[in-house]
């Protein structure tokens, strides 16, 4: 008899579930349609836009579609998305290989990356380009304009032994290429375009210092930001060089699958973290202002927890984010409470400890009464190489 109700029980439940499933039901989108929000407060009255300035698509050795890039960077909470696809790299034409024989010079016929090799086989000029280096950018940029995100036209100019940049505002990527590097650079710069040096140890060879090739640029002029964080690297040695010679501190994700598969996937642990971003402090969220913006240096990059930039905006952003209030007593110990109200977690050391401050929560810590005042050094906050911005917090 128990094993009959037993059998009784499973099987209605067995035709309960079957029923419901049976029903066409339209369920709720759910977190692909959510954007994360990362938040800042206003700096000096500035807003702080989350950008990335290097990202690639399908039309260089990306692997997914320019829309996608933006959808991607709106959902990741960026205001703001560079479009920069290789102008020497073409993927998609080196898998059309055999469309592509005519194009080819006899001297790399038959090699395995005739097509994808580091320079250009034809020019633009001679019916070469069969590419319009504009088409990423436009199609990216009618995504931005339903999701309300703005797209940054660029390329990034590849050589192979001198290095990567990225042109920014640029305004005919397919009038950038020249077979000489400086060259195609310096058309970019003819456009008006940002200049930034990426990943600066691309050359594994020449680990923590600077090429010839890369000082003659930095020479004549032609660079104005540097990354100091690409991908999953982070230059430290680099940070220097950047803020003593007043270039722009950029950290961007030279992503080519998905932020999803790069940022997030690899954790093992529960802890908050971000894609790399350019932190761009401006009026407005459009090109004119980011623009600007950029080339007065005013950036925080951040890469995996950790902003570098100038002492005062590293400073400035901390203050605006993070207060401090007597919120108690014991004996002569005060209580002070240390409210972040910021998506950014900070690690500081005060009173000789080194505190956790979460993202939109309050660290209690404890300050003898008769002095008044914390002395705060911002550890994930890089004003150099070597030192982080530390400053007098007076208790009230
Ligand atoms: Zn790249």
């Known amino acids: 008899m128990r094993n009959f109700t037993t059998f009784a029980v499973v099987a209605l439940v067995c035709i309960g579930s079957t029923q419901s499933f049976a029903q066409t039901e339209k369920r709720p989108f759910g977190a692909r349609h ?19 300035l290097h990202t690639h698509t399908i039309y260089s050795d990306g692997e997914v579609t320019p829309a996608f890039r933006v959808h991607e960077a709106w959902r990741d909470g960026l205001d703001a998305v560079a479009i920069t696809d290789h102008i020497e790299y073409r993927r998609i034409e080196r898998d059309m290989y055999k ?51 703005l797209v940054i036209r660029g390329v990034e100019i590849t050589r192979k032994n001198l290095g990567d940049y990225n042109a920014l505002f640029t305004k005919d990527n397919n009038s950038i290429y020249d077979p000489g590097a400086v060259q195609a650079i310096r058309n970019a710069r003819a456009q008006g375009a940002f200049i930034i040096h990426n990943h600066p140890q691309f050359d594994r060879n020449n680990e923590n210092k600077l ?56 954790r093992r642990d529960n802890t908050v973290r971000y894609r790399n971003m350019t932190l761009v402090f401006a009026k407005s969220c459009d090109e004119e202002s980011l623009h600007k913006a950029l080339l007065d240096g005013r950036t925080v990059a951040y890469h995996d927890n950790m902003l570098v930039g100038s002492e005062k905006l590293l400073t400035d952003l901390f203050k605006a984010s993070v207060k401090f209030e007597v919120a108690g007593k014991s004996g002569k110990k005060l209580s002070v409470a240390v409210t972040n109200n910021s998506s950014m977690p900070y690690i500081i050391k005060a009173e000789r400890t080194v505190h956790h401050i979460e993202p939109l929560g309050t660290t209690m810590i404890s300050v003898n009464e008769e002095s008044g005042k914390i002395n705060v050094s911002v550890e994930n906050m890089w004003c150099g190489s070597n030192c982080h911005p530390t400053m007098e917090i007076r208790l009230k």
């Open 211 to 266: 090429t010839d090739f890369c000082n003659s640029l930095y020479a004549e002029g032609l660079i104005d930001g540097v990354e100091v964080g690409n991908s999953c690297y982070f230059y430290r040695w680099i940070i220097d060089h950047v803020l003593n010679g007043k270039y722009t501190p950029c950290a961007d994700t030279d992503v080519h699958s998905t932020t999803d598969i790069d940022y997030k996937s690899g």
């Open 34 to 52: 959510t954007r994360q929000e990362i938040i800042f407060p206003k700096v000096n009255g500035l807003t702080v836009y989350k950008t990335d």
């Open 99 to 149: 469309f592509m024989q005519p194009y080819i010079k006899d001297e790399l016929r038959g090699k395995k990356y005739a097509i994808n090799t580091n320079v250009m086989t034809v020019a633009p000029d001679e019916n070469g380009l069969l590419v319009d280096f504009n088409v990423p950018y436009e199609t990216a940029r009618k995504k931005g304009d339903e999701l309300g995100i």
